[in-house]
Every structure is written in C-alpha cells, then in structure tokens.
C-alpha cells in the first residue's frame, strides 16, 4: 500500500547551482549528495517537513537525466511514492493495468530499492516506488 509522498525529483543541469539556488529557497542546505551508477545520476537531498526533494545531475550523455533535459529541459522529473512492500506494490499496480519503465525494482539513491512506473499509464507522470532497504 501507498504510504506517503517520499520525494519529489528535478532534474538539473548543474548540481552545485542547484544546490546553492535550493539551499537559498529552502533556507537549509542538502543533507545528502549520492551517486546512483545504475542510474548516471548525482543525486542531493533537501528536507521539506516529514517529505524530501531529490536533485538529480545526470553523470552521461546516455543516462536518463540527460535524455529528460536535452528533451524537456530542467523541472520536476518524478515523483516518488513510499511503500512498505514494493514487490506487492508491483503486483497490485499490474493487476490493475499499469505498466512499468523495467521489470525488477533495483537499488537507488537514500537507502532505498525503487521502480518507475511508466508515463503512459499514469497521465504522463513519472512515478516512482521506493522501499526502504532493510
């Protein structure tokens, strides 16, 4: 089951601007910067109350940061949605006809195992589950 929003992500060029134009917004600066092989991204993490904003700089012209920012440009790339039990998530989302990006759920950014659910069944959203590692 669905339990909260965990984070929304945005997509950045230059993670340092970023930094510093969040830290300015916010009034605090990020508690965490990771970097996620997997996925080609820098990640830095700002708290916002009990919820986060995930800042992702892409590490390869081939990685999906990059592909999102050469075709939308900067801005809100998903949202992500915490779950106890991601593999049942999973299950439930199919059996009620929603697609996803890959097949397995893998290992993200902030100790968590995640899983992108498509746009295309979604109304063009990004949604992303994320579990925390036990």
């Given at each position: ?71 939308r440009s900067e801005g809100m790339h998903h949202l992500a949605l ?22 397995k759920p893998t290992n993200g950014a902030d100790n968590k195992i ?9 109304n063009g959203v990004l949604v992303e589950l994320c579990q925390d590692?036990?």
């Amino acid at each position: 089951m669905i339990k909260k929003i965990e984070h929304v992500g945005i997509a950045v060029k230059d993670l340092n601007k970023s930094n510093v134009l969040f830290e300015k917004l916010l009034g605090e600066g990020s508690y965490k910067t990771e970097t996620v092989d997997a996925e080609g991204v820098i990640t830095s993490f700002f708290k916002l109350g009990s919820q986060k904003i995930e800042l992702l700089e892409a590490t390869s012209k081939n990685s999906p940061i990059s592909r999102f920012i050469n075709k939308r440009s900067e801005g809100m790339h998903h949202l992500a949605l915490h779950v106890d039990d991601i593999e049942a998530e999973i299950k439930r989302l199919e059996d009620e006809g929603f697609s996803f990006v890959s097949k397995k759920p893998t290992n993200g950014a902030d100790n968590k195992i995640m899983i992108f659910l498509h746009p295309k069944s979604t109304n063009g959203v990004l949604v992303e589950l994320c579990q925390d590692i036990k």
